[in-house]
């Protein structure tokens, strides 16, 4: 069994459910067909497995090193990144028209997941890479796209992020990077930006820094933000490494959890200029760097599934082969023990973390069949309608499985009990691992303001309106089933449930109480949006039972109870909380600093 | 502002919530009154802020180590556990007769809840002890009280629980420890014992274990398990420490928190003779055991409180003096900064923690006060419903507070986003801390099958019929009170509900499929008794607010937002989880393993 992807469940959640033998018709998609994509899955496994889950553990105990001004990795690192390039997955997201292998976006996530799941780690330098490329290729000038893309897309220079400063973390207004200008067009830059994953390394050849400044004299607050393309070592005009553009690595941070992603702080122009090109309009950045950051969250919530996929594997397994006690019926001690995974106790954590994960995952997929629907859209309203939906989705398929996979982890933990703690097996570096999902790209906080503050008012309300219409079509579906149909009925309910909140707090009178309780908006929303993941799934799941193999009844039979817990155990919870948000409850914002403790 | 314990908090839940006063009037207390304790008090934080605090990253950072056989501590944590004996703390818990200082339960458990809170890993060692010096006293022997409870009374030696084994953690009923009689009367101990905490360590002269053992010829199962004492050194017959007593180190566990509490695998009768004295009569260990494990499983109830306050304090803390940002209404990016905790999101935070620590905090001193009363009870009869009662609610204090006050510190970390998240802030260790206490000293699983399967069904319900008489008072009170007689109804409502559900398990043809949500009920039943917890501090609040001074108002006016806080936000979410109890829900139950995974 492997401890890092369920193929069997992947094939049900990509064909199954989300039609992907359809999408595979596109002449986009033309270079592909199921058996292509079976062998880079498998390939993508072997590499994962091989080489980045082999390392998770020893790069966890083995933080980066502060030596002589750099950051110093295992090796191992080097080498699976080197392997990830040479098998060509450095290129499978992007079209052919820059080097890329163009494969559907729903193909590239599950692929990359083994990876995340694997050692998210180390993942993260490559997700980073591909943001970074991806931005460049949407808003760079073709000057800087052809100096700098195609090592990109190779995967011989990975990227990074800059936004965040030790003043301004979340509040971008405050930031104080300056960019001045040359003589030639390019700028100088200086200043120190804080939390950059990824910074300084020696895994590859160069790394391009996508950096937030302000140029001298632009408006203040986000207005005035720039965004730069600065570079470990600057180019020489033959377009090879040249001098080194004094970055330099002011300190590592030391985290919880995912370890191997070096996290540090930069100076920029410290000791030397730190030259770097603008990228899209002057003080355009911040709508710039956006089109990474969606991207980047995205793949936050994906690895925060991974990561809970992985302890529901482990723990899944450990569950099925580990003698302990008897059934609470058997009164007899000489009997032999059971496994765990008799215990109801046991069953249970195994298919909350079912529940969550799976949801979770099948929100991935189709997050990334949206992107791949949006290349093939038939026209501009279309293509529109969907970017709406993806835009509303974005703050839930980061957040929610953030919140809900690291209850999986918890739960996975618990599973294995003392030994569990220990950091003899990879449950408790999962949990650490997930831990920092709600808070980069975005925090919790920030997520939930963008969803009830702005996403759901774009446009009168029209994104909710298309989810309400994507809905509908599952909806329908299975309220004709007598199985689903009390199934279809709860969502519906949830679903108008949701409109009323987002009403009520439209009428607030005081818009900062009215988003007081986002947060919870953002979970319960999520719930609602997850519960109709698994009630797609159960369509797929009746399909497959009456088509498929008899040999995959219990695989179906699996899905249809995770099915009955989510809506069963999780939906009603949601309600509680939407009818919360509705009401402008006060009870929180209305507290002051000294009441919290009373000295 | 300590980063410990809130002071004004503790005097408001010890004297003015559940009347310390009136305690303090009984003869067995006699030697104290409020400003001995508040000394006791000031003793206690002085020491847990200079000695265990100050050292507890530090213990968390360098781990134990292995060296030749040994366990090998930082020196500090000597230092702070010889400055605990020094200033005579180990011994305020016990009865004046052995020693002790006898103080009320209630000062023992707030001064105790400095040192957890302080510093977790720590505070393992020294309630590991009193643990065993309880059990000894009311188990053990004249001849054996005379020669080890002084010391361990006094805190000159330490002690441990060994239960568990490798192939036997919850399941006692399978342990293979081996204890054979010897001529004098003693026992020779052979076996391997697992998660042994504090199980080697140098920091005092001698270390008692208390083991769990067979004897040859016991009955199968748990009805033959016996208790014996044995020291890492022999007595010579002065007792004076004499030669080692052959139980040797076998490993460290490596943990993801609490580190500096040594956990080990321990084998019993390697190169020579372990010798042990049997404590309480054969065949009866797990019952005298059991002595030792109720009030364990209160001190790690306590203990998860502490991890989830010393969160809270510093989040709070951090909150008001972190600027960041600006008030959602206010668009001016030239305005100043605002401190975090003006943050709506950020003040929900706090109040989570607040009501999930505080009202934890309560149940804590509640059980402390049942046993006060305990001591000083009238008759038979009484003291027999207060021990039923405290039976009952046992489980609840060990667990509720592992699974809330873990949440708090989740919420803690995010708080301080980026740098909650390294390890240059304490609260990601108290996180890690805090995850422990789910699994130590009975697991989240058995402790609601202790609950639901045993507690609420002695003498035929007879613990739930005095809960429920107990908190009618409370009830009563509050309903005659317009500002909280809507919570009354609610909370009655609720109690009423739990009635209801273990009615309905009761009538389960299959008492395995009963228990199968047990740890829904578990927390459910939790969040009804925490409601009652804020409701006894909201009538206090009230009193206090019309009678206390008015610079206190700030401090009554949070008390009162945390009650609103938790009947509008928490109870909510039990009653949707104990009708799923009671109506016997199978989705998880019936899964078989193969269908969980597919393949």
Known sequence: MSMIVNRRDLDFMLYETLGMDELLKSPRYSDYDRSAIDAVFDLAQSIAEDKFLSCASKGDAEEPAFVDGAAVLIPEIKHAVDAFREAGLSTTVYDTDIGGMQVPTMVDQALKGMFACANTAVFNYLFLSQGVANMLNACGSEALKIRYLPNLVAGHWLGTMCL?????????????????????????????????????????????HMVLAKIPGSPPGVKGISLFLVPKNRL????????????????????????????????????????????????????????????????????????????????????????????????????????????????RMLMTQKAFVEGAQMLVYYC??????????????????????????????????????????????????????????????????????????????????????????????????????????????????????????????ALAEVGCTVKAVDMADNPELGLAN?????????????????LMQALAA???????????????????????FFYGYELPKALADLRLVARLDSTCYDLTDEQFIGV
């Open 164 to 208: 965040s400063e030790t003043q301004a973390g979340s509040s971008l207004a405050d930031i104080r990077t300056k960019a001045e200008p040359l003589a030639d067009g390019s700028f100088k830059l200086t200043g120190t930006k804080m939390w950059i994953s990824c910074g300084d390394h020696q895994i590859s050849d160069n790394i391009i």
């Open 236 to 347: 020489t005009d033959e377009g090879e490494i040249g001098e080194d553009n004094n970055i330099v690595l002011a300190g590592l941070n030391h985290k919880m959890g995912q370890r191997a992603t070096i996290n540090c702080l930069l100076n920029f122009g410290e000791g030397g200029d730190s030259i770097g090109y603008l990228v899209g309009d002057e003080n355009c950045g911040l709508a710039n760097m956006f089109n990474m950051m969606n991207e980047a969250r995205l793949s936050v919530g994906m690895a925060a599934v991974m990561c809970g996929l992985g302890g529901y594997l482990y723990s899944l397994d450990y569950a099925r082969n580990r003698p302990q006690g008897r059934r609470l019926v058997d009164r007899d001690p000489t009997s032999p023990m059971v496994m765990i995974s008799q215990h109801a106790d046991v069953k």
């Open 368 to 493: 990334a069949r949206l992107i791949d629907q949006q290349k093939l859209a038939a026209d501009q309203e279309q293509q529109q309608r969907i970017e709406l939906l993806l835009d509303l989705l974005t703050p839930i398929a980061k957040s929610w499985p953030s919140e809900f996979c690291l209850e999986a982890n918890k739960l996975a933990i618990q599973v294995l009990g003392g030994y569990g703690y220990t950091r003899d097996y990879p449950v408790e570096r999962l949990y650490r691992d997930n831990r920092l999902n709600h808070i980069h790209e975005g925090t919790l906080g920030i997520q939930a303001i963008d969803l009830l503050g702005r996403k759901v008012r774009i446009k009168e309300g029209m994104a909710l309106q298309i989810l309400r219409q994507e809905m509908q079509t599952t909806l329908a579906e299975a309220s004709a089933i007598p199985e689903l149909a009390s199934y279809a009925e709860q969502l519906e309910a």
């Open 518 to 534: 986002a947060t919870l908006f953002l979970h319960a929303t999520g719930h609602v949006v997850i519960a109709w993941m698994w």
């Open 542 to 564: 009746l399909r497959g039972r009456s088509d498929g193999a008899a040999a995959d009844a219990d695989f179906y039979r699996g899905k249809l109870a995770a099915v009955a």
